[in-house]
């Protein structure tokens, strides 16, 4: 007999029927056990909340991030494609990584995202992306926020300290958008084209969002957050990298959760496993409590 698994608190993971209404409103259900836990995420949550929930439109780069990616902008990263098939490579380029064993500039990979010329990073896509109101339509203008973001965390992750998601590591945002990015990679026809997966990118984002709140309080030392509750949490973003693309083995259930689980710095040493959801075929992921 089938028995889908009730909705659980995206906090702290207990069953629950409650859910955010004004997310709820906007067609993202977001369930919370209490106000209590409502309230823990807030700070984070109200930027996603009501009319925001569903596409979720991330806010501009602060002053400083904007400073830091001028900065780091004229240097060249690696092209992330190189063992893959032909195709991928294509959508690679179309992406911002022309060769797919080469390197590209930092600046031209958000120009090519942007659609705008050679040179044009510090005149015209760097303004974009500090103007609060939406200058460029919506996806171009979220894929470009989320990759210069990625780009921030990356670069600190290769050239300055290993340790992400670690409090005051750029913004909250930055954290997202370092793992948001990633999990679109785990479907290329999705991450070549966003627009028709609004609600799982915006779900994807809600739940990283939450993730990450709950690791940063856990790291400021001020609240007693347990470890379950940031594994619940890392368990709810895994269900939807399954929403992407179904797990097919163990295996492939490894790949696509271990590059998350080494960046998150509570989690890193967690054992962890492949469950057959009840009621289904369906391989989830989850720790070994
Ligand atoms: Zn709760
Ligand atoms: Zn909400």
């Known amino acids: 007999m089938s028995t889908p698994e009730p909705y659980k608190c995206c906090v702290c993971g207990e069953p629950t029927t409650k859910r955010c209404q004004a997310c709820a409103k906007n067609g993202v259900d977001l369930f919370f056990c209490s106000p209590e836990h409502q309230k823990l995420v807030w700070k984070h949550h109200k930027e996603v909340c009501g009319p925001n929930a569903r596409h979720v439109s991330p806010p501009p780069l602060t002053v400083e991030e904007a400073r830091k990616l001028a900065e780091v902008a004229r240097r060249k990263r690696p ?14 380029r ?18 090519i995202a942007a659609k705008t010329p050679p040179g044009s990073f510090e005149t015209v896509v760097l303004p974009q992306l500090l103007r609060p109101p939406p200058s460029l339509d919506v996806w171009t203008r979220y894929l470009l926020l989320t990759k210069a973001r990625h780009i921030l965390l990356a670069h600190n992750e290769v050239y300055v300290d290993k340790k992400v998601l670690d409090v005051g590591t750029y913004t909250i945002w ?8 990633n999990s679109y990679m785990r479907n ?8 028709p997966h609004a609600r799982l990118t915006s779900m ?22 347990p470890l379950a509750w940031i594994k619940r949490a890392f368990e ?46 369906k391989l989830v992921f989850r720790f070994i409590d």
């Open 79 to 92: 092209g992330h494609f190189d063992r893959l098939p032909p195709l991928v490579s294509q959508i690679g």
């Open 174 to 181: 930055a954290q997202v958008a370092r793992l948001q990015l």
């Open 204 to 225: 994807i984002c809600h739940r990283l969002l939450i993730l990450i709140t709950l690791v940063r309080l856990k790291q400021s030392n001020t609240t007693g957050i």
């Open 188 to 195: 290329f026809e999705m991450a070549h084209n966003l627009a």
């Open 94 to 111: 179309q992406l911002g990584v022309p060769d797919a064993c080469g390197q590209i500039e930092i600046a031209r990979s958000l120009e």
């Open 236 to 281: 709810r973003f895994a269900d939807l990298l399954t929403e992407i693309k179904a797990f097919e083995s163990e295996q492939d259930m490894h790949g696509a959760t271990l590059w998350h689980l080494q960046r998150i710095l509570p989690l890193t040493a967690q054992p962890y496993r492949a469950v057959r959801q009840p009621g289904t075929d």
